[in-house]
């Protein structure tokens, strides 16, 4: 009877573990109810002609976040993730519903007043996705001085929440629902101004987290300066993606492409984190920024000889253009050469060391004839270049 009940607790205990909130298992269900408001979204876009998000977009998120909750259940950057695309895709599909229910006529569709009251989510899940950038990458904080700004950040979001919702209940209650096209009710009862006073200081406070990641970056060291940069690199592709989504408009086909670029954000978040292939960043950084250069060099080369073919010379024909193009072509892997060397001097400096060592070694290796001095200096190229561990050299011996 004595072992069964010395058994019991710790029984117990493996099943308040497995049942813990914050399990791989929760992270599962929270990606599948991911997957499955994404699913419902699909429909629903058809039929009220709403473009809800992107599946790609949505799909990277989840991935995202159920990942690094399965691996780091601890780490609440996961969580924040999954909590994040969950209440945007519920927000938005709730307000499609509505919209269907109240805009498109259908007004005998059940439960149509609960996802009028559901569709704000969408627009508050919005302020969850900075704290990723104040607590990446281990989900702490750097001081307890950010424990008051965190306070400060969601006695803000409570007041905006608040302001939403005693709106949108007002206009259930009253059955004089009026929705804008995104399934949100629209008002013109509300305080004048109160969403640019609320907006300046959470702009402000989404601006400390930023700068805050940029003085981490410049004082940290070897790891944690990679997975910033690799937290650094996924914002620009994002916002550039953003920016140049915005910029050809809603309707245009490309724009659509470019806006599945903001997906780098949450796969860099993911491999800073989880520390997969870590020091890739920064030849990912070189080649990107060599080719885009490259890229820019040979159009206004391009644009140039056209130009001057077309407008100088007068030469109204298909030559001119195929000319034009095959000069551009021959061009690109010199100036791609040039342009690597020159971004790797600065951007990728181990791998610029790297291949200028190893350039030198066999450069000497050619007027060796000792095989002692090769080997130790292959050795000593091999440790200046990868600096390994250990280094040993083996030489087969044949008759």
């Given amino acids: 009877m004595q072992p069964a009940a010395g058994l019991a607790p710790a029984q117990a205990d493996v099943k308040a573990r497995r049942f813990r909130l914050a399990s791989p298992a929760t992270a599962t269900v929270l990606g599948a109810l991911v997957l499955a408001l994404n699913a419902i979204a699909i429909p629903l876009a058809g039929l009220t002609v709403l473009n809800i998000g992107s599946d790609l977009l949505n799909l990277t998120f989840a991935g995202a976040g159920v990942v690094v909750a399965r691996r780091q259940p601890r780490n609440p950057i996961g969580w924040i993730l999954l909590i994040f695309i969950f209440l945007a895709l519920l927000g938005d599909d709730a307000g499609a519903y509505a919209v269907l229910a109240y805009t498109?006529?259908?007004?005998?569709?059940?439960?149509?007043?609960?996802?009028?009251?559901?569709?704000?989510?969408?627009?508050?899940?919005?302020?969850?996705?900075?704290?990723?950038?104040?607590?990446?990458?281990?989900?702490?904080?750097?001081?307890?001085?950010?424990?008051?700004?965190?306070?400060?950040?969601?006695?803000?979001?409570?007041?905006?929440?608040?302001?939403?919702?005693?709106?949108?209940?007002?206009?259930?209650?009253?059955?004089?629902?009026?929705?804008?096209?995104?399934?949100?009710?629209?008002?013109?009862?509300?305080?004048?101004?109160?969403?640019?006073?609320?907006?300046?200081?959470?702009?402000?406070?989404?601006?400390?987290?930023?700068?805050?990641?940029?003085?981490?970056?410049?004082?940290?060291?070897?790891?944690?300066?990679?997975?910033?940069?690799?937290?650094?690199?996924?914002?620009?592709?994002?916002?550039?993606?953003?920016?140049?989504?915005?910029?050809?408009?809603?309707t245009s086909t490309l724009a659509q492409v470019l806006f599945n670029g903001i997906a780098a954000l949450p796969v860099s978040i993911g491999v800073g984190i989880l520390k997969y292939r870590l020091y890739d960043i920064d030849r990912i950084i070189s080649r990107t920024l060599a080719y885009a250069i490259v890229t820019g060099l040979l159009a206004g080369v391009y644009a140039g000889l056209v130009l001057l073919t077309t407008q100088v010379f007068r030469v109204h024909t298909p030559v001119a253009v195929a000319a034009s193009t095959l000069a551009a072509a021959a061009l690109f892997n010199p100036v791609r050469r040039r342009v690597q060397q020159m971004v790797d001097r600065?951007?990728?400096?181990?791998?610029?060391?790297?291949?200028?060592?190893?350039?030198?070694?066999?450069?000497?290796?050619?007027?060796?004839?000792?095989?002692?001095?090769?080997?130790?200096?292959?050795?000593?190229?091999?440790?200046?270049?990868?600096?390994?561990?250990?280094?040993?050299?083996?030489?087969?011996?044949?008759?």
């Fill in 104 to 250: 498109h006529g259908h007004q005998g569709l059940p439960l149509a007043p609960v996802t009028v009251l559901l569709a704000p989510l969408g627009t508050l899940a919005i302020p969850v996705f900075p704290l990723v950038i104040l607590l990446f990458p281990d989900g702490l904080l750097a001081s307890r001085r950010w424990r008051r700004v965190l306070w400060a950040y969601a006695g803000l979001m409570a007041f905006f929440a608040t302001i939403i919702y005693a709106l949108t209940i007002a206009a259930v209650a009253s059955h004089k629902i009026r929705l804008d096209s995104s399934g949100s009710t629209t008002n013109t009862d509300h305080p004048p101004g109160w969403i640019g006073v609320l907006i300046v200081p959470i702009l402000l406070i989404w601006l400390s987290f930023m700068a805050h990641q940029v003085l981490t970056w410049r004082r940290a060291t070897d790891e944690r300066r990679q997975q910033l940069k690799w937290l650094a690199c996924g914002a620009a592709i994002s916002l550039a993606s953003f920016v140049a989504a915005v910029a050809l408009g809603a």
């Fill in 346 to 399: 600065r951007f990728n400096r181990a791998r610029y060391d790297a291949d200028h060592t190893i350039a030198a070694f066999a450069a000497r290796l050619k007027d060796a004839v000792d095989l002692d001095p090769v080997r130790d200096d292959l050795a000593g190229v091999v440790h200046q270049a990868l600096e390994p561990a250990h280094v040993s050299v083996w030489i087969s011996q044949r008759d």
